[in-house]
């Protein structure tokens, strides 16, 4: 390994880092809240989609150049092995790039009524997308550090970024203490596998771990696995989520929920599927609990929830314990249900928080906009926002025509398919219960009557446009679902 | 024109459309026109179309066309076809034919009435769903039509849903729709059952299709014809109102005098008739079912007309009459001798239709007054009335030269050579009751002295021309229906019964083999000697001619005389004036049980299902609250829970 580094292929994380760095310069001079038709094309959220834009040509690129090559090259390495490149991250890049797309583009009108429409939130959320695309691209374990710090940080800022609400500073600070606890543990994990293998390399690590590793290697394993948990918010690693999710802005929460989620999933099955796969029987039963506790935990506490993001705070969670049933499932059908269910749940998550975003007043004392009491009617006051919510929550209990029912049933006919009947059973009673608050939420907005609240902010062109790319994108997804379910389990083949 | 056969269902649909969209709006006259002539299209179509029918050879009789495909399932293909053979062109003469008249006499009937778009709106809609019926190609289509005509039955029985129809009953005239829609769902259930064994057996609904397969169908499933045969019947006891489910039909006399007409006497009811001759060739291989038929058909003939000894309600009467009747169309078909069933059809189709538009004159002359016992006399006031009705009493008397004569004759002289001596007692039986109830009816009618009240006397008048014409019409028809079925011993032995070599082709008898039906047909009716069958039409005769002299003995006069004998057989009477108590026995046995099984679920359901789903859910509402309440917001509470985790996850891994 001594080739040197192939600039092409970090491309993609060049330029959301280059782009990140010009929009901090930047902002000053095209920032704020100037007037004119200058500023309506040259300002920080146009700069910064037109990074993410860039990233995603050069992914584009990479793409090509990986489904064009020659029989036997499954990826791409460089640079020691730091960078690699194949077809299951280029998908996930593509992934976070988009949702990255459509939180930038969403955003705007929800930073200035919340006083918060500063150039940073662009860089911030770029350098979060350039963390979170290194760590799906790479198979050594310090790139999945830095990337893991970089996008964490970045979001630490981000939680607190309304600092006139004290909630979001709270949640800034509690979210940065538990994640610098979480990554203690983690990077200790690395260190410890360091010293059973040698090397940082994933692969090598699995290499080297045939056979009986001993202590040393499951202790590192172990710690590895719970830095990891704590980002996906596993139970007991999830409590720092509903506080976090409920003090962030709403848009940097919905981006969160989809963001984190993604990427330290991708590395979870690098970890677990990819390297550690000879020793699944040992690790399988943790997953099998957590993945149990998480679904069932999460949803009964979401029950009881009466703040939105709070609610869909708890639904995140819960849908990370679905997700875990497929990573124990056989890999070759596990991966591509992960793989479908995150799109699908990329799309109703941001529509949902940006739904969210748009009816809540961000007020600093009570939040009541955010409170379900006052969503009552609001289906029939903007029934364009409430038939999209409408459509995210359903596909988020799992009821077609939505991709969330064909993730569900992908993940479920995996673990049916591979023999995890207790997971299958334990999954499908917790979507019955989940069921239960998704509708209410529904019942509210449509079968209550509404008290007179003040009046949601407007729906910007921009913003109907995310929407209507959302339940597009949680249409599409359950009515034609086929091409994907191809495509995903074509693309897990380079990881398995 | 044959092409064209789909346009004959279709066109009163437009009329359904623009009467049922803008009808209200509409001036009265324009409403009627419309429907009139939507349904008034459908019949020249209809006459062009078996003009033509008629112009090809004899074994050639039949054309189908095709809309296209309805469901291309994997074992079973349904297209939306239409076909006529001579059956159906039979029936669907009758139907539009009749359906015309009963149009037109509508306009004058109903013009005092609210809600006239609506009602003109149903009979179109009713016309739509019967002429698909009767030319649905395969069963599935027919279904279409067979629920359809159920719906309009419906929606016309309860048309005046706001007013009640029975004070001993109760009943309204909506919970006499319902009544007749519930009844008929039993029947359609086993219909459909039928169906669908069909569909899986032979993977064909098509008519022709599953009349080939049964010809050849395998010893081994003669069982499953028998049930098949024995299911579909049940569909048409339901819609035809035969026993155990004629129940529906008296009270569907809540509808509108002419909806009894067209739907509860001349085209509805018989679609049960029409339905087991198009399976002819399922019930030829399947002569338990054929059996099972005759007995029904036979038994309702008896036991309906002595219930309209009784009855006196002038439509209830004629609606008994109506089941009787019905009663021998299907012990007809069951003795095999399907073409003089629907040769009866036709005919009863004529008469029974123009009773009941007599008695909706006479009604509408009495002011709405429908008790016979209330009436009398009318013959001076309504000559166009009494005159047109006594055409048609004569015909279903089985007068000579009438109508009713020459298809009654047929079923009984079938009846008779098919050597079943017990259908021909019954029928003959029922024959001399038909006949002096109906005489009952005319004379309490029309004879003797006025009876109801001076106001109603001051009204009485002659129904409009609108009415009278329809009337005149069909007492036409119940004269010279029957002159197309003239049985070959009345000529000599010239063969000139047209109706017969019309229809026998398009039916399949038992034991005959495919082409050598209609040859096989005449020879079981030719079985018995032309004495033979003078004796038989004398005898059946001679018991309609009782009937009528008892009648008009007790009758003309009022019914003095006749209260003096029910008096003295009180149990008998009351027996039949409570109708053998059917309504009240399925009240006790079907409908009491039903309602408690059905309490006994909604318990059940309320407490116990509805309780274990409210106390799961309340459950994981407790434990919600109480996980929530780790959820305490210090950062250091976390930390430890955390830490827990990673206790747990460690010490396993170090453990194994």
Known sequence: MTEALDFALIKPVVSLAAFGLLVLVASPFIGGRREGALAKIVNPANLAFLGVLTAAINNWQLWREWSGATAGRTMFETAYGMVYIDGFGLFFAFLLLGVTAMVIVGSRKFLEREGADHGEFYALILFVAAGMVTMVQTQNLIMVLIGLEVFSVSLYVLTGLTRGRVRSVESALKYFLLGAFSSGFMVYGMALLYGVAGSLHLLDIGGASVGNPGPMFWIGLGLLLIGLFFKIAVVPFHQWVPDVYQGAPTNVTGFMAAATKTAAFAVLLRVLIGAFGTHAEIWTPIVTWLAILTMTVANLVALAQTNIKRLLAFSSIAHAGYLLIAVVCRPQLGVGAIMFYLTAYAFMTIGAFMVAAAVGRGDAESERGYDLASWSGLGWKRPALGAAMMVFLLSMAGIPPTGGFFGKYVIFKAAIESGRYLLAVVGVLNAVVAAYYYLRVIVTMYMREGEEVEEPLPVSPSLAAVLVVSVAGVLVLGVAPAGLIDLVGNLAQSLI | ?656
């Open chain 2, 1 to 656: 024109m044959l092409d064209l056969i789909w346009l004959i269902p279709l066109v009163p649909l437009v009329g359904v459309a623009i009467n049922g969209l803008w009808g209200r709006r509409l001036p009265l006259r324009a409403v009627g026109a419309i429907a009139c002539l939507a349904v008034a299209v459908s019949l020249l179509l209809s006459i062009g179309a078996v003009w033509q029918l008629s112009s090809l050879p004899e074994g050639a009789r039949f054309h189908a066309v095709s809309l296209g495909t309805w469901l291309p399932l994997e074992n079973l293909h349904v297209a939306w076809g239409f076909a006529i053979d001579p059956l159906s062109a039979v029936m669907v003469l009758v139907v539009s034919g009749v359906g015309f008249l009963i149009h037109v006499y509508s306009i004058g009937y109903m013009a005092h009435e609210p809600d006239y778009a609506r009602f003109f709106t149903y009979m179109n809609l009713f016309m739509a769903m019967m002429l698909t019926l009767v030319l649905g190609d395969n069963m599935l289509v027919m279904f279409v039509g067979w629920e359809g005509v159920g719906l309009c039955s419906y929606l016309l029985i309860g048309f005046f849903y706001d007013r009640p129809f029975d004070a001993r009953t109760g009943l309204s005239c909506a919970d006499a729709g319902r009544k007749a829609f519930v009844t008929n769902r039993i029947g359609d259930f086993a219909f459909l059952i039928g169906v669908l064994y069909l569909a899986v057996s032979y993977g064909t609904l098509n008519f022709a299709s599953i009349s080939e397969a049964v010809r050849h169908a395998d010893p081994a499933s003669h069982g499953m014809l028998v049930a098949v045969g024995i299911l579909l019947f049940l569909g048409a006891c339901g819609k035809s109102a035969q026993i155990p489910l004629y129940v529906w039909l008296p009270d569907a006399m809540a509808g509108p005098t002419p909806v009894s007409a067209l739907i509860h006497a001349a085209t509805m009811v018989t679609a049960g008739v029409y339905m087991v001759t198009r399976m002819s060739a399922l019930y030829a291989a399947a002569p338990e079912a054929m059996a099972v038929v005759a007995a029904v058909g036979a038994l309702t003939a008896i036991f309906a007309a002595t219930m309209g000894i009784t009855a006196r309600d002038i439509k209830k009467i004629l609606a008994y009459s109506t089941v009787s009747q019905l009663g021998y169309m299907f012990a007809a078909c069951g003795v095999g001798a399907y073409v003089a069933g629907v040769f009866h059809l036709m005919t009863h189709a004529f008469f029974k239709a123009l009773l009941f538009l007599g008695a909706g004159s006479v009604i509408h002359g009495m002011s709405d007054e429908q008790d016979v016992t209330k009436m009398g006399g009318l013959k001076a006031k309504m000559p166009v009335t009494f005159w047109t009705m006594m055409m048609a009493t004569l015909a279903i008397s089985g007068i000579p030269g009438f109508a009713g004569f020459f298809s009654k004759d047929e079923i009984l002289a079938g009846a008779w050579s098919a050597g079943n001596v017990w259908v021909w007692g019954i029928l003959a039986a029922a024959a001399g009751i038909t006949a002096f109830y109906m005489f009952r009816l005319i004379a309490l009618t029309f004879w003797g002295r006025f009876r109801g009240t001076d106001e109603q006397e001051h009204h009485l008048h002659e129904s409009p021309t609108l009415m009278t014409v329809p009337l005149v019409i069909l007492a036409i028809l119940s004269v010279v229906g029957g002159w197309i079925g003239i049985p070959a011993v009345m000529t000599g032995g010239a063969d000139v019964n047209l109706f017969h070599h019309w229809l026998a082709p398009a039916i399949t008898l038992p034991g005959a083999a495919h082409g050598a039906a209609e040859a096989a047909g005449h020879g079981a009716e030719a079985a018995h000697s032309a004495a033979t069958e003078w004796g038989l039409i004398g005898l059946a005769v001679a018991i309609a001619l009782v009937g009528i002299f008892l009648a008009v003995g007790l009758y003309r006069r009022g019914q003095e005389a006749a209260g003096r004998i029910a008096a003295s057989v009180r149990p008998l009477y009351n027996l039949l004036r409570n109708l053998y108590w059917v309504d009240e026995f399925y009240d006790l046995v079907v409908l009491r049980p039903f309602y408690r099984l059905s309490r006994f679920f909604a318990a059940f359901d309320r407490w116990v299902v509805d309780g274990l789903v409210n106390a799961s859910g309340i459950t994981m509402d407790i434990t919600g609250q109480i996980v929530k309440l780790f959820q305490t917001g210090y950062v250091r509470n976390y930390a430890l829970m955390f830490l827990f985790g990673v206790v747990v996850i460690l010490a396993y891994l170090v453990s194994m």
